[in-house]
């Protein structure tokens, strides 16, 4: 169900969002709709690989691991 919205926005918005909607193809309800959709979406809802999901918690690391300070041994020693 579509339900009518007001909005308030500078002339010089609507008109580039104008052309920017007539150039995609698309039209300007249709652009905010996806737009708006896209910022409200749960976190949550995004999709993990099925082998993503084998490797997390795979590796087990200490509490007090720095990986800052690993990644800048490895490339220091790779890099010399």
Do not use: N, W
């Not at 009518?4 to 007539?22: D, Q």
């Not at 039209?27 to 999901?53: A, F």
Request: proline share 2%; glycine share 2%.
């Amino acid at each position: 169900m579509t339900t009518k919205l007001t909005l308030t926005v500078e002339k010089e918005v609507i008109e580039r969002a104008k052309s920017y909607a007539k150039l995609s193809g698309r039209s300007l309800s249709e652009l905010i709709e996806q737009y708006l959709d896209t910022i409200t979406q749960e976190k949550t809802s995004e999709k993990v690989s099925p082998k993503l999901k084998k490797l997390i918690g795979a590796v087990k690391l200490p509490k007090d691991f720095d990986e800052k300070k690993e990644l800048q041994s490895y490339l220091s020693k790779k890099h010399l």
